[in-house]
Structures are given as structure tokens and as C-alpha cells.
């Protein structure tokens, strides 16, 4: 079965450009999260949705970051304008409902110079 | 605010060692304790506890929640250098945050040959 997907799995660009990662959960799942680690901060949660309906976005750092999630298939993380301190890996993960165990993808390592 | 605590932060041992990892938790709510494993990309899901007392097992590893005293232990016994890893521990503080995890810091586990 294929787990959760993550696209780009690195992503280098300059600051003041925006960055889009997208995501797509395991098929079946209901709940999709999205994490940033850093190793200051560890694992920590920005926002997650529920039937694609966004439940708690009080981890999202500032107006900067935004996240979608059009169908149940497809979920965007996206930061405009970028900076710096941006840089982190970004997880996404899902699972089959609210509070069963969560499946995380590999990540996208981004950069911001 | 929702609080959980790994220790020790960092563990180095040899091949055949047993080691155990503790986790504690302060939270508003308790719905589950949850167990994660991250080599080099996505942390990978081990064991979820809800129940006090009752022990979880997998091959070499087990884990047990001791609700009454907030925490958590991971026991890995006949350690390989296989199990070198990040291990995340994770809260899940039910309520209205429910299915929101809150993560320790982790425990960095060196396993030498």
C-alpha cells in the first residue's frame, strides 16, 4: 500500500518567494496533518484537517502560511512570502480518523537563503 | 499549556543491551500516548496506549502507560544497531484538541556493534 506522499522532497529557494508543498494522504484517511521539525523546536503541529474541513490552525506560525485542502486526495502548504527562519522539514501525515494513529510521509526538506 | 517530557535526551549502548525510555506528560485532557520511531526521513508508528497498566509488545520492543503517574516506558531489550533512532513520544490530549498530538523532544538511541 502506498503511504503518504509528499512533493518536493527538497526545496531550495531564496526568501520572499513562495513556497507550495503538497501532500497526498493514504487513501482511506480522513484526518491530514501538517508538522514542521526543526531541531531547536522538534515535531510540531501547524494545522489539520478533518473530511477536508480545516479543525485547528493555531500551530500556523503567522499570516505567511496558508494550507489547503480541495478533495481528499490533495492537501497544499503553502508560505508567501518565505523567509529564513522558514526552514525546517515539513511533515505530513494522516490516518483513518481522529485519533487513530497518524502515518507520516517523508517530508520535504526545505531551505529559505 | 500541553506538555510532554523524553528522557534521557540521548542514550548510547552496545549490541545486546536492554534500555528503556521514559516519557511524562502534563495535559488538559488524556485520550492516548502514542510511541514513534524516526531514523532518517518519517517518524514510523510503534505503539498507541490508552489503558493504564496494560503492556503493548512487539518482537524486542514493549511499551506501558501509568496513567495515575503521567508516563510512559519503552523498553527495548537485546538492543541492535537497527534500533539506533529517534524515539518520539506523543500525546494526544483529547477534548477539544482532540487528535491534536503534542510531541516530546525525543530520545536520540546510539546502538553500537
Known amino acids: 500500500d502506498a503511504g503518504v506522499i509528499q512533493s518536493p522532497r527538497h526545496e531550495v529557494t531564496e526568501m520572499g518567494q513562495e513556497v507550495t508543498l503538497r501532500c497526498k494522504p493514504i487513501?482511506?484517511?480522513?484526518?491530514l496533518f501538517w508538522y514542521r521539525q526543526t531541531m531547536m523546536r522538534g515535531l510540531e503541529l501547524l494545522i489539520y484537517?478533518?473530511?477536508?474541513?480545516?479543525?485547528?490552525d493555531s500551530g500556523m506560525p503567522e499570516d505567511r502560511f496558508s494550507a489547503k485542502m480541495p478533495n481528499a486526495s490533495f492537501s497544499t502548504l503553502k508560505i508567501q512570502p518565505s523567509e529564513p527562519r522558514d526552514s525546517a522539514v515539513y511533515f505530513c501525515?494522516?490516518?483513518?480518523?481522529?485519533?487513530?494513529?497518524?502515518?507520516f510521509g517523508d517530508g520535504t526538506r526545505l531551505s529559505i537563503l | 499549556e500541553d506538555k510532554v517530557v523524553q528522557s534521557p535526551l540521548s542514550l548510547v549502548v552496545h549490541e545486546g543491551d536492554t534500555v528503556t525510555l521514559n516519557c511524562s506528560y502534563e495535559?488538559?485532557?488524556?485520550?492516548?500516548l502514542l510511541w514513534y520511531k524516526q531514523e532518517k526521513k518519517a517518524p514510523t508508528f510503534l505503539f498507541m496506549l490508552t489503558s493504564s497498566g496494560i503492556e503493548k509488545k512487539s518482537g524486542r520492543l514493549s511499551s506501558i502507560l501509568d496513567k495515575k503517574e503521567l508516563f510512559s516506558i519503552l523498553n527495548i531489550t537485546a538492543t541492535q544497531t537497527g534500533d539506533s533512532a529517534i524515539y518520539l513520544c506523543?500525546?494526544?490530549?483529547?477534548?477539544?484538541?482532540?487528535?491534536?498530538?503534542?510531541f516530546g523532544q525525543g530520545t536520540i538511541l546510539t546502538v553500537h556493534p
Open positions: 484537517f478533518n473530511n477536508n474541513v480545516p479543525i485547528d
Open positions: 506523543a500525546v494526544d490530549a483529547g477534548g477539544t484538541s482532540y487528535g491534536k498530538l503534542t
Open positions: 495535559v488538559t485532557n488524556f485520550r492516548s
Open positions: 501525515a494522516s490516518s483513518r480518523q481522529i485519533g487513530q494513529p497518524q502515518h
Open positions: 487513501s482511506g484517511h480522513n484526518s
